[in-house]
């Protein structure tokens, strides 16, 4: 991983603003998020996108190959989900869904070394913002939603991750002097949904990512040894507080589940789980192939979904969804892409003095936290295109 300098590195200030590229963006991130109030359009919206990819990949044949070959273990799970179609149940559908997952890497790498991170949280704000008042006028035309309201979203869990990410977005761009009232409004919206959504997750998260912020400005303003005293202790707490919950058996696990409305199973991804574990032994080094397990009629899916009684295509935690796809090569490379870029937002904050530059490790350490209960990212999902670009637009195109 190489360092970044100050002199490699430039500012978003220096960067020519285009308005209708801010305004494609939008509404394409619209357009892949699959939003209850419009006509599903993912395909072609993302078919136009790979083209446009492809093209520009062509023009700029330099810059595309110098900064794809700097994000080669960013592409190196959907490259090797690719791969698995070799030796996949289902190898015709994994190769297919496999080849798109990969050009969501690839429209990043193509479109976005030059966009800047600034000018991409505020795209990012915008497309959130709008969805957000789809959510209000889904929430004031009526209904009935025992389990959570999920706004302009298919699930509840989508809005509360998407309203989770408002929060951070709109704050980062709050402290930076863009749009102050506009940014409040928005976040006391965002939680205002969020509190709706009854996404336990999504709320425990957006408390705990608050203090992500205070660490980054302790990195950047030199204070190491505070920090290293700080997170040692929060370590040592953790561990003393996991040896007291798992080791005595006390209510405090049961009442905090029961806070959030979920129960011992968390409302039953540990099911889910169970049987992912039954499946990761079939091939355990390379996986059984890239979502081969939900499409598949060799696998235990059909009774999955007949047991919990829903559709699902997803475990509830990437982290085991790769290990099951992948086997423990996929997941070790996946684990190893989040750690390289994590320290990379690391590297790329402790040389500036801002609250912008500290977005990107904020929001991959939350990633990474949400993929333990959710499946934000690993796929062609509009939360994996998000993070390819913050990663590109900030720090991994340099």
């Given amino acids: 991983m190489q360092s970044i300098s100050f002199e490699q590195s430039f500012s978003d200030s220096k960067l020519e603003y285009k308005p209708w590229r801010s305004l494609v963006l939008i509404a394409f991130l619209i ?3 699959r939003v209850n109030l419009l006509p599903d359009i993912n395909f072609p919206a993302w078919l136009a996108a790979d083209g446009l990819a492809f093209l520009i990949a062509l023009k700029r044949q330099e810059e595309f190959i110098k900064t794809l070959d700097r994000n080669k273990l960013l592409l190196s799970v959907p490259v090797l989900s690719l791969l698995s179609s070799l030796w996949s149940l289902t190898p015709i559908s994994t190769a297919y869904h496999a080849v798109q997952f990969v050009f969501v890497i690839l429209v990043a790498i193509a479109l976005f070394p030059k966009f800047g991170l600034f000018d991409l949280l505020k795209c990012i704000f915008l497309y959130n913002f709008i969805i957000q008042f789809g959510s209000l006028y889904v929430y004031f035309s009526g209904g009935y939603w025992p389990e ?3 706004g302009a979203y298919l699930h509840k869990n989508l809005l509360g991750m998407f309203s989770t990410l408002q929060i951070i977005t709109a704050f980062v761009l709050f402290v930076n002097g863009w749009n102050r009232i506009l940014c409040l409004l928005s976040i006391v919206l965002a939680v205002l949904l969020l509190i709706l959504s009854a996404s336990g997750t999504s709320l425990v998260l957006s408390v705990a990512i608050w203090a992500l912020f205070p660490f980054a400005r302790t990195i950047q303003k030199g204070m ?3 920090f290293m005293t700080i997170g040692s202790l929060g370590i040592l707490f953790s561990l003393v507080g996991f040896y007291l919950v798992s080791g005595v058996r006390i209510e405090i696990v049961d009442g905090i589940l029961n806070l959030l409305g979920k129960d011992s199973s968390l409302t039953g991804r540990s099911v889910l789980w169970d049987y992912a574990m039954l499946a990761i032994p079939k091939n355990q080094w390379f996986g059984i192939g890239f979502l081969a397990y939900w499409d598949s009629p060799f696998t235990t899916a059909a009774g999955l979904q007949n047991e919990m009684q829903q559709d699902l295509r997803m475990f509830h935690n990437v982290y085991i969804e790769v290990a099951v796809a992948l086997g423990f090569i996929g997941a070790m490379l996946f684990t190893l892409t989040l750690v390289q870029q994590i320290l990379r937002s ?14 990107p490790f904020v929001f991959l350490v939350w990633i990474a936290a949400l993929s333990m209960t959710e499946n934000p990212i690993y796929g062609v999902l509009p939360m994996q295109f998000i993070l390819a670009t913050v990663v590109i637009s900030s720090f991994a195109s340099r």
């Avoid at 690391?346 to 977005?359: G, H, P, T, V």
């Fill in 148 to 150: 959570g309201f999920p």
């Fill in 31 to 33: 357009s892949i998020t």
């Fill in 224 to 226: 190491t040894k505070t």
């Fill in 346 to 359: 690391i590297l790329y904050f402790i040389e500036r003095d801002d609250y912008l530059s500290a977005y």
